[in-house]
């Protein structure tokens, strides 16, 4: 069955991104068609990236590495929920994702993104970094506005349009993950 690791990419007190991730999660849930797992990134307590070898070596020296690393290599296809700050993602997302890099590759990923302009441009940023990183990114992404789809910028309410967005969201992620799976077993 493919596994799709949920990524709650905020790490703030009072973060909405909680609730977000939780909305993902809960839709996911109802589907037969993939395992969904909420990842968050307070769990794993990663300090700013403190291993001396490349990520891309795979030699990882500390036990908080050691654990992110067989997290993320379990999965088949990741969905990054994503606020944006400063036009970008969060530094404590980039920080994680900066950790490793064979347990990303050929692997797929979707995005649901939050902020006032629906955290489009912390996507972009995140589409970069997808691509040296050997990660398929689809088409589709969830673009929630801080403006209307929060009230007090604080209690989330998404509009009902943004769940079929989501649904095509995961359609396309679980499609690629599967496909991606063939070229990991080479
Ligand atoms: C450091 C920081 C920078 C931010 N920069 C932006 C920004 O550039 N664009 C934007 O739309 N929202 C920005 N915001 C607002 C966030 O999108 C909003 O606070 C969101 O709820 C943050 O996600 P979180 O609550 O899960 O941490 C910023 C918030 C913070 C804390």
């Known amino acids: 069955m493919t596994k799709v690791g949920i990524i709650l990419g905020s790490t703030r007190p009072g973060r909405n991104g909680e609730a ?3 909305w993902v999660y809960d839709i996911a849930s109802r589907r037969t068609d993939a395992e969904f797992e909420l990842v968050d990134l307070l769990e794993y307590n990663l300090p700013h990236l ?3 070898v490349p990520p891309s070596l795979g030699q990882y020296a500390n036990e908080h590495t ?3 690393s067989a997290k ?3 999965f088949d296809a990741y969905i990054f929920v994503t606020p ?5 993602t969060s530094g404590a997302l980039k920080n ?8 990303w590759n050929n692997k ?3 995005f649901v993104s939050y902020g006032s302009a629906g955290g489009t441009r912390a996507v972009e ?3 970069l970094i997808m691509g040296e990183l050997q990660v398929a990114d689809v088409r589709a992404q969830v673009a929630l506005s801080l403006l209307t789809d929060f009230e007090n910028y604080s209690v989330f309410k998404p509009a009902p349009f943004h769940e079929a967005t989501l649904t095509t969201v995961l359609d396309q992620t679980i499609a690629w993950g599967k496909a991606l799976a063939t070229v990991r077993k080479g």
């Open 20 to 22: 977000v991730a939780k």
């Open 108 to 110: 797929a990923a979707g």
């Open 96 to 103: 994680a994702i900066d950790y490793l890099y064979a347990e």
């Open 50 to 52: 403190d291993e001396a």
């Open 125 to 127: 940023h995140l589409r």
């Open 72 to 74: 993320i290599a379990e």
């Open 66 to 68: 050691k654990q992110w």
């Open 84 to 88: 944006e700050y400063n036009h970008s």
